[in-house]
Nanobody
């Protein structure tokens, strides 16, 4: 499977960040895959943001839940992250990841995309 993030690299404060992950080599509806957004701010560790399951059920980090929405487009095999009311603290490299807990296999990562929040 291959995952590719896309979206603007620069977002202004208070706007909504929107990123799309395009998946090839596997369907986002296949049991029991979980499609996840993770970010890494500069100089900090990885932060789980949220997940959309093969079934379409979503899970969000409690600290970001009020600002985060994850959706999917099954016809194009994509899933999307929206993060509202961004601040410079949301500057990070954003990754989309496929997790398959049923098999125990290693997660599959996209290459990541840098998003900077600045006026």
């Amino acid at each position: 499977v291959q995952l590719q993030e896309s979206g603007p690299g620069l977002v202004k404060p208070s706007q909504t960040l929107s990123l799309t992950c395009t998946v090839s080599g596997g369907s986002i509806t296949t049991k029991y895959y979980y499609w996840t957004w993770i970010r890494q701010p500069p100089g900090k560790g990885l932060e789980w943001m949220g997940t959309i399951a093969y079934s379409g059920v979503t899970y969000y980090s409690p600290s970001l839940k009020s600002r985060t929405s994850i959706s999917r487009d099954t016809s194009n095999n994509q899933f999307t992250l929206q993060l509202s009311s961004v601040t410079p603290e949301d500057t990070a490299v954003y990754y989309c990841v496929r997790v398959d807990p049923s098999s125990g296999s290693s997660p599959s990562w996209g290459q990541g995309t840098q998003v900077t929040v600045s006026s």
